[in-house]
């Protein structure tokens, strides 16, 4: 009994404090705003302090709510709705984030977390524009606690208080999707960071080459952050849903690759203010679009508009508060961007077309062109359905159309940009350096055209492009290596690692450009050389599939805390190796869900599927073998490694001055 008070205790605090956050956030939003019409300039540091207050209000509501998770406190209505005392603890844990109350809180949460982290850097680095920062920050709060607390809350009661709990949804009942919804919030959230930013200089006048430098780091711990989460959504996709593929242009898909598109070309853009002080108010635009798309795949996969394994089912008032807001935050900050927009004009233009600028500028125009066409392709049915009740679906073919040589020019661009000096390029030079990957890039394709089966035009020459694009980054670097090397006549270990962490920036982004070309290998790889079949199997019985021999040995059953499942077991004759696949119910929501089970390699993937036959003792084996998918996953975390050494060159070069100013005589 007394824990049972003391747990209900706990939630009533964490309720009581999720509210004062809110009404300290609200203070944070409106302390410079007082201190501008009382003219009390000291009243602007409020928000600075407000900003730790937030934080640590939230922390004491998300904890309480994870308390009541993990102590089965069912007399909490979302928690009743999202576990059970059979659930393990780590997806009780997880739980927070698997239904729409905890994951918006789990948003805010992590706003909060940005907005302390912002006000402590901001007192040394930008101390007089950091309450104008935090202020907006603090409106964000606002308008995110309002729909927590009155029409989302997941503080809400039950009684009377049932013995048992419901279940999480046994989809997420899954590793993969216990880190992917935190890591797509760190990308969306993360990118409050840079709108609050612009929003400041457009407020203040603050000139931009003044603060792009500042929201680069922020762009890209974004960026990365989002990159991470829709790599974990496609590889949960992948190995959970049991349809053999990753990405299916689900309109939940598409609401996180839309930022993702104009976060790729922000960070670009953002290389070419800093290099050459032009695109100022471009990229004051590119950071309001991609946070306002941010909010945009709140509100689809909230407001109950859609139909997604993704989406969150939920009432139209609360999707109506979404819109409602996120229409308030795009009128005012796209309001103030067009009335002071004018003074953050860039002091430089493009003064030849072959050059690293250029190239940029042809990238920005690929990547907005690419979200356009996915946002047309993802709103459209909605639109259509709201005026005249007609229902389609815009799917894979129209998307593949558009995207795929979008793609191929990109992986172009990404061969030949770095190759390309600023200002202007010497076109002999560039040839001399082009010729021999050119040469490899052609040959491959032209040799999978003549020699492989048919396949698509797209493949030979995504191949092609990708390995041109490998060739182009191994003889830039191994030409800087060489140059070392003539220079101080070190080994050649040595000189390649000095001269990756010499210039951090750059390789690191050269790092990143090698891992999305080793994803596209194995985009191709998996999207034009799979192949499947699907079978009725009794023990004993062998199928081929691709030059891949299995053997179905028959099924077992198994008994854990939470489900059931009838386990099949599959041996692979060419290795030895076996495939369990499984069908679980889980009691609790009486929901039947297919397991699959994977062979991989580096090469290719066989992926096994099992369902019923209803042909006596024998199985629905569905097999897929699917080649180079494991590129995809290996290209991220080469993206994540090229993009950490990327963001390591600051303090490096902080460091390395410091240790310069103690080095230098009294």
């Known amino acids: 009994m007394l824990a049972n008070n003391l747990s209900l205790n706990i939630i009533e605090l964490g309720h009581f404090c999720a509210y004062l956050a809110m009404i300290v956030a609200l203070v944070q939003g409106l302390a410079p705003i007082a201190a501008h019409l009382l003219r009390q300039p000291r009243l602007a540091q409020i928000s600075v302090n407000a900003s730790t207050a937030v934080f640590v209000l939230t ?37 927070l984030w698997g239904g729409h109350e905890g994951s918006l809180y789990l948003w805010v949460w992590i706003l909060t977390f940005y907005t302390m982290i912002v006000g402590w850097l901001g007192r040394k680095h930008y101390p007089e524009h950091l309450p104008i920062i935090l202020a907006v920050q603090g409106w964000l709060m606002v308008g995110f606690f309002g729909l927590i607390l009155f029409l989302s809350s997941p503080f809400t009661r039950l009684f009377p208080i049932p013995v048992e709990g419901n279940d999480l949804n046994p989809l997420l009942q899954d590793p993969g999707m216990v880190g992917h919804p935190p890591m797509l919030y760190l990308g969306y959230v993360g990118f409050s960071v840079p709108f609050a930013f612009a929003m400041t200089a457009l407020i203040t006048r603050w000139r931009s080459e003044l603060w792009v430098g500042l929201i680069r780091r922020w762009a890209l711990i974004a960026w990365g952050f989002l990159t991470t989460g829709i790599l974990l959504g496609g590889w949960w996709a992948y190995y959970e849903l049991g349809w053999g593929g990753y990405w299916a242009w689900d309109p939940v898909e598409n609401a996180s690759f839309m930022p993702w598109l104009l976060g790729t070309a922000l960070v670009h853009s953002i290389t070419v203010q800093d290099r050459r002080r032009m695109l100022h108010t471009w990229n004051i635009f590119l950071v309001i679009s991609t946070f306002s798309l941010s909010l945009l795949g709140t509100f689809l996969v909230r407001s109950g508009v859609l139909s997604s394994v993704h989406a969150f089912a939920v009432d139209p008032g609360r999707g109506m508060y979404i819109l409602a807001f996120m229409v308030v935050v795009l009128t005012v900050s796209f309001g103030i961007f067009m009335v002071k927009g004018r003074y953050q004009q860039a002091e430089e233009t493009i003064t030849s077309y072959m050059s690293r600028e250029a190239l940029l500028v042809f990238n920005n125009v690929l990547f907005i062109v690419a979200c356009s066409v996915v946002l047309l392709g993802t709103l459209y049915p909605l639109a259509l359905d709201a005026l005249n009740g007609m229902k389609i679906t815009v799917a894979a073919p129209f998307f593949n159309s558009v995207m795929v040589p979008i793609l191929l020019v990109v992986i172009l661009l990404m061969a030949i940009g770095p190759l390309v000096p600023w200002r202007k390029v010497n076109i002999e030079r560039l040839r001399t350096r082009l010729l021999w990957p050119l040469v490899i890039g052609v040959s491959v394709a032209v040799a999978m055209f003549v020699f492989m089966p048919p396949v698509h035009w797209t493949g030979p020459v995504a191949v092609g492009l990708a390995l041109f694009a490998l060739a182009n980054l191994l003889t830039d670097f191994l030409r800087a290596v060489r140059q070392r090397r003539a220079q101080l006549q070190e080994p050649f270990m040595r000189a390649c690692l000095k001269t990756l962490l010499g210039n951090r920036r750059h390789y690191g982004g050269m790092i990143v450009h090698l891992g999305i070309v080793v994803i596209a290998l194995g985009l191709v790889g998996s999207g034009l050389f799979r192949s499947d079949e699907t079978v009725s199997m009794s023990p004993g019985d062998v199928v081929e599939v691709a030059g891949e021999k299995l053997r179905f040995d028959g099924v077992t059953s198994l008994h854990h805390d939470n489900y059931e499942a009838i386990q099949g077991q599959l041996t692979l004759l060419n290795s030895g190796r076996t495939v369990k696949p499984q069908l679980r119910t889980y009691p609790r929501q009486d929901a039947p869900t297919t397991e699959t089970s994977i062979d991989s390699t580096m090469l290719r993937d066989v992926y096994v599927v099992m369902a019923p036959a209803n042909e006596g003792q024998k199985w629905a084996i569905h097999v897929y073998v699917n080649p180079l998918v494991r590129f995809i996953w290996s290209g991220g975390f080469i993206i994540l490694s090229g993009l950490f050494l990327s963001l390591t060159s600051r303090l490096h070069k902080r460091k390395a001055q410091e240790a310069a100013d103690a080095a230098e005589p009294a």
């Open 59 to 95: 922390t004491i509501g998300g904890l309480s709510l994870v308390q009541a998770f993990v102590t089965s406190n069912f007399s909490v209505q979302y928690v009743a709705a999202n576990s059970n005392t059979l659930l393990p603890i780590f997806y009780k844990v997880a739980a």
